[in-house]
């Protein structure tokens, strides 16, 4: 049986991952989608913005394991690198 559920947030869906995990050894699979939105630019005027920031904010794709990841620390060097710092 498979099971399609919409989640409004990713901090939930990391909850209910975490209780569907208990039940991998009894053969439970999870595929885990991102459904990500596209806007048109042109609509994002000031008024677009202030009445709809949060959901703007809650799709803006950015990844939690990012800064766990490889790239983070590249991407950190080539800033130092550019700064100077280095």
Do not use: C, H
């Not at 000031?46 to 950015?62: A, F, H, P, Q, R």
């Amino acid at each position: 049986m498979q099971l399609v559920i919409d989640i409004p947030s990713e901090s939930l869906g990391d909850k209910i991952i975490q209780i569907l995990n208990a039940f991998k050894s009894d053969g439970v699979k999870i595929n885990r989608e991102v459904e990500t939105k596209k806007v048109d630019e042109s609509l994002l005027t000031k008024e677009y913005i202030k009445e709809n920031w949060k959901e703007l904010v809650m799709t803006s794709g950015d990844s939690a394991d990012y800064y766990k990841s490889e790239q983070y620390y590249e991407d950190r060097a080539k800033d130092y690198e550019q700064r100077g710092k280095v």
